[in-house]
Structure formats: structure tokens, C-alpha cells
């Protein structure tokens, strides 16, 4: 498949009549050959919101079968576009060819996961409340079940240019919700973008689907996702990026005329808790473990461990000498973009200056000038970083902070005080137990995923997983951006009261002719599956 830069809209393709700009090569930052890219335009926004509007009722209720075989399709057709996707993603990010194909094949298995909980019908979560005619007062016939809530905007991240970008979780729950989806591609890997979005678009063809399924935009500013949020055709947005980008789409979004939901993941530095008989058993391993995750992927993970706790000791201290030793020999990755790199060098000038912070190491160094990230490895008090809440807001990249603290309820206090994350590790044997379980309460109000004995960068694609949690982690606690409980930000519950069964929703049947597994009269059904 050849790149030619152009627009996907809806069925058709188109260059931009926007800014022109580049697609640029991580590891030299020299500009890639043609295609160049052009920005789309207020027209476009327009146009392919509106074609999502009018393929929104027509998709939502078509057979669940024909919206998972599609889904099936698009996730064969990234597949099969080889090792064309794979070299120019790793151009186009710095990021390793390994990485990138396990991050194609997470994006192929995602959309499949969905296609069958789609099949499943689980999803629309049927409840029947049959009437009670003899009741005083009489109760009527209820029945709820989940529809899509319209189409959807979503944002390609730069930090996952397969998996969380034009065909990742946020564009396959939405899909699967029976929503229509408009990318705003991430300038960082426009032409990994299109590569995807034309194999989305050849599947929403090849489904007979309309057109408006999917459509994708360039852009290498603000405004067409400015705008996009702002449609009044839109009904929600998916986010993966910085906290300013996301705290700037929230704010467009509660100010339209119909405010809609935003759900933005953006900044969490993922506490570890070191806790005590652990750090004393494996306190070298622990320190290289930690160090092998804090600099994977050259830090560029969501999820990266950016603040150790432990406490004050023998313990503490052999870990950040061992720490320090083996993060020195760390070798200078690739950055995503030379922005990404800038506010990784900005935070970390802003830590070493702090007089509160130590820095206890530094990675190997990059050569000058380009655009690679020299690890950085900083200790505080917990009293510092107690009057100091900035000391724990996120440095995307590799680094991290190892937070000494006095004793468990200082250790206590500092997480109290922290904002909300994605996730938070402990690191515990049989005899930290008790102190870890009085800890619990708060972990659980704090973050969206509590792992012991691991390191939270990996993110398995499932049915229990969560990865979202409090603000600013994410602008909406109450969900998750992978795994199938996905799909509920892109849906929304309807009462059917007292309908005539002509009218009723197939999934709310008596007969239950899509075999649906349903929660009728208080218990859910039996069913085959
Ligand atoms: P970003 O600057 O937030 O941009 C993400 C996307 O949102 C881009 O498409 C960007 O468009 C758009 N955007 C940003 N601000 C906007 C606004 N005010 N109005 C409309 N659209 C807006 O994120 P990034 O480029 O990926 O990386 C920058 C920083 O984000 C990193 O240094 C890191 O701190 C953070 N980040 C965090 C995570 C995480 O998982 N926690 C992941 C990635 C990045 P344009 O690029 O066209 O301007």
C-alpha cells in the first residue's frame, strides 16, 4: 500500500487544504520523502462528522454478527499490511521492531476481543423487570439494555502508535459500541496512520457498512481536534496525551451548548511501595527489576514506576545504591518527539535544580543533538515531597523518584496526599502482609489497578483488567481505556417501560432470540453460553 498523505473521508480520500507538514524520522529527525501531509479544515470537520451522525443509527442496529465480523476484518487487514506498518512505525517512533509487533498483534487481538464480546451480546447488559399486575400499585413492564452513545472522537496517542492510536482501544471500543469514529491522527506517525485507517476503511467497505463508520483526520496543530470536540455531532472523545491536552479538550467539551463526555487519559507516575521484609529479602533484584521498567520503552509508558516508596534504613539504602549503579549503565533512548524530549529535559533540569532533590544518577549520555533521553534517577525526603506536591507530578521518560520515608504512617501520609494514578505496586513477603492490607483503603481510592510483586508496564488486554483510575490519571475514574469494560464509556442505558412486544429490542425478547445473557426478575438467566 502506498502513502499518499490524504484525508479518509468517510468511503473517499483526499489531501488536506491545510498547513503542510512532515512526517519525521526518530532517530535522525530528518524529515521522511513525500508523502508530505496537509492539515484538514473547519469543511472537513464538518463533513465527516456528519456522515458519522447519518451511519450512526443504521450501524448501531444492525446484527451484532456484522458489526464483529467487521471488526474481525479491519484487525486481519492491519495483519495484513506486514512488515510495510512495522518499518514505518518504528521510523516514525523510535520505537524497537519487537515492541511494535507486539504492539500490532495487541491491536489485532483487541479488536477480536471485541468482535466477540459483541457477539456475546453481553455488552448490552439486558435486564427485564416483567410486570407485577397484582402489585399495589401496579408495576408496568421494564426492560434496559445499553445502545452506543453516538459517534465518537478519538485521538490518537504518540507513545502507542498501533495499539492506542487509529485502530487501538479507544477506536475498537467504540466501534463495538455501535458507534461511529472520527480519528484525529497523531502528527508523530501520519503515515502509520494512514496505513491503518485505509485497512479500517477498506473493512468498513468491504462490510457494506456506511460510510461514516470511520473517517480520519490530519492535523498538525489544535484546530481540527479543537473542533472536532466542539461538533455537536460528536458525542464523545477518547484521549491518551498530556495533561494540558486533555485539561483543553475537558473544558471544550463542558462548554458546548450539549456537553459531552471526555474521556482523557494523562498523567500517572505509578507509586511502588517498597515495603519492609521485601526490600530486605530481594533488595537487588527489586533495584534491578525496577530499573529494567523505569527505562523500558525509553520510560515512554503510561504506567511507568515514576516514584518509590520505602522506608528509612539498611534496606532503602543498598536499593538506591544498587539502583543508581545499574541505571548509570543505561544507554540513551530514542524519544517519541523532539516536544516529548524537551518536557523530559525541562522536568528534569526543574528536579535537579530543587535543592530538596538528590540526584542520585544519570544514564549513559546521548550523543549532543540528538534526540535521545539520558536516564535520571532523583531521591527526596517524604517531608520534602509532603511540601512539595510537584515533586511527584509526572516526568514522561525514564525517570523516577525513590521517596524515603520515616516510618509506615509517613509512608501512609505521603499516599494520601498524592493525586490519583493508574496504578500502585506493592512490593511485599508473607510478613509485610498486615501492614499492606491497612493500607489497602487507600491504595483502592487512589488508584485503578493494585498489583503486588511486579511492575505495572505491562497492561494485560482482558476482561478484569483496569487501566484508568482518579484524576488526573484519567478525567473519568469510573472507567477503564482497556480490556472489554471498555466498551461502557461508549455506551449508555435505555428503559424500555411498557412497550408492545413488537417494539421491544430483539436482545429483550421474551424468548430471548439472541440468547443473550439477561438479569430477568433479579436473576440472571441460564444460558448456553
Ligand atoms: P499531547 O501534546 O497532549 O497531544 C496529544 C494529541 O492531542 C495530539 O494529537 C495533539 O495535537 C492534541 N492536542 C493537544 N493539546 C490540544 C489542544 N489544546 N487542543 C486540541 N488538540 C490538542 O501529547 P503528546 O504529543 O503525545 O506528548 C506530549 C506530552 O504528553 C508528553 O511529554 C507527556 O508528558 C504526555 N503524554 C503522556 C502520556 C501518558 O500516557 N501519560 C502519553 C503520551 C504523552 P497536535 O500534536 O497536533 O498538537
Redesign the pocket.
Known amino acids: 500500500m502506498d502513502l499518499r498523505g490524504e484525508l479518509l473521508i468517510g468511503a473517499r480520500t483526499r489531501r488536506g487544504k491545510g498547513g503542510e507538514f512532515h512526517a519525521i524520522d526518530a532517530a535522525s529527525e530528518q524529515a521522511l520523502p513525500a508523502p508530505t501531509y496537509n492539515s484538514a479544515q473547519a469543511s472537513d470537520v464538518d463533513e465527516v462528522c456528519t456522515l458519522a451522525e447519518s451511519a450512526f443509527d443504521i450501524y448501531r442496529t444492525m446484527p451484532a454478527e456484522r458489526r464483529a465480523s467487521f471488526l474481525d476484518d479491519a484487525a486481519a487487514r492491519i495483519e495484513a499490511l506486514g512488515d510495510v506498518l512495522i518499518e514505518r512505525a518504528m521510523s516514525e517512533s523510535g520505537l524497537p521492531r519487537a515492541r511494535l509487533e507486539g504492539e500490532r498483534a495487541r491491536t489485532a487481538n483487541q479488536l477480536r476481543m471485541f468482535a466477540a464480546l459483541v457477539r456475546s451480546g453481553d455488552a448490552l447488559d439486558a435486564r427485564i423487570e416483567p410486570a407485577l399486575p397484582e402489585r399495589q400499585p401496579p408495576r408496568t413492564d421494564l426492560r434496559f439494555q445499553r445502545i452506543g452513545l453516538g459517534p465518537v472522537a478519538v ?5 502507542f502508535p498501533l495499539a492506542f492510536s487509529v485502530a487501538g482501544g479507544d477506536t475498537a471500543a467504540a466501534l463495538a459500541a455501535g458507534c461511529p469514529v472520527v480519528v ?1 491522527a ?3 506517525h501520519p503515515g502509520t496512520s494512514e496505513l491503518v485507517g485505509r485497512a479500517i476503511q477498506e473493512a468498513v467497505r468491504h462490510a457494506e457498512l456506511p460510510e461514516g463508520v470511520f473517517s480520519m483526520l490530519f ?4 484546530e481540527v ?2 473542533a472536532l470536540v466542539a461538533h455537536p455531532s460528536i458525542k464523545a472523545v477518547g ?4 495533561r ?3 485539561r ?2 475537558m473544558a471544550i467539551a463542558a462548554a458546548r451548548a450539549e456537553p459531552i463526555p471526555v474521556y482523557a ?4 507516575v505509578n507509586p511502588n511501595l517498597l515495603m519492609p521484609a521485601a526490600l530486605a529479602a530481594r533488595t537487588d533484584t527489586l533495584a534491578r527489576d525496577f530499573v529494567a521498567s523505569v527505562t523500558l520503552g525509553c520510560g515512554q509508558f ?1 504506567t511507568n514506576p515514576g516514584l518509590m516508596l520505602g522506608i528509612a534504613g539498611e534496606g532503602f539504602e543498598r536499593f538506591a545504591a544498587t539502583a543508581a549503579r545499574t541505571l548509570s549503565d543505561v544507554g540513551a533512548g530514542v524519544m517519541l ?1 523532539g ?2 524530549l524537551r ?2 529535559e525541562a522536568g528534569i533540569e526543574r528536579f535537579a535544580a530543587n535543592p530538596a532533590v538528590m540526584t542520585l544518577a544519570r544514564g549513559k549520555a546521548p550523543e549532543a543533538g540528538s534526540r535521545r533521553a539520558q536516564a535520571a534517577l532523583f531521591r527526596v525526603s517524604a517531608q520534602s515531597l509532603l511540601a512539595d506536591h510537584s515533586l511527584a507530578d ?1 516526568v ?1 521518560g525514564p525517570c523516577s523518584v525513590l521517596v524515603e520515608c520515616g516510618d509506615m504512617d509517613e509512608l501512609r501520609t505521603v499516599l494520601n496526599r498524592i493525586e490519583g494514578q493508574l496504578t500502585i505496586t506493592l512490593h511485599l513477603d508473607e510478613a509485610d502482609q498486615s501492614a499492606a492490607q491497612a493500607l489497602l483503603p487507600v491504595l483502592e481510592r487512589k488508584a485503578g489497578r493494585i498489583l503486588a510483586n511486579g511492575f505495572p508496564t505491562g497492561v494485560e488486554v482482558c476482561d478484569a483488567i483496569v487501566h484508568g483510575g482518579p484524576f488526573p490519571a484519567t478525567s473519568d475514574g469510573g472507567s477503564t481505556s482497556v480490556g472489554t469494560a471498555a466498551i461502557e464509556r461508549f455506551m449508555r442505558p435505555v428503559c424500555y417501560q411498557n412497550l408492545p412486544a413488537a417494539l421491544v429490542p430483539e436482545a429483550l425478547r421474551d424468548a430471548n432470540p439472541l440468547g443473550v445473557h439477561r438479569r430477568v426478575a433479579g436473576r440472571y438467566e441460564r444460558t448456553s453460553g
Not at 485521538?155 to 507513545?159: H, P, T, V
Not at 484521549?239 to 498530556?242: D, E, H, Y
Request: hydrophobic share 35%.
Open positions: 485521538f490518537g496517542a504518540s507513545n484525529k497523531h502528527p508523530a492535523d498538525a496543530g489544535h481536534g479543537a484521549f491518551t496525551g498530556s494540558a491536552g486533555g483543553a479538550l487519559e494523562m498523567s500517572s503510561c518527539t516536544g516529548i518536557a523530559y509526572e514522561f
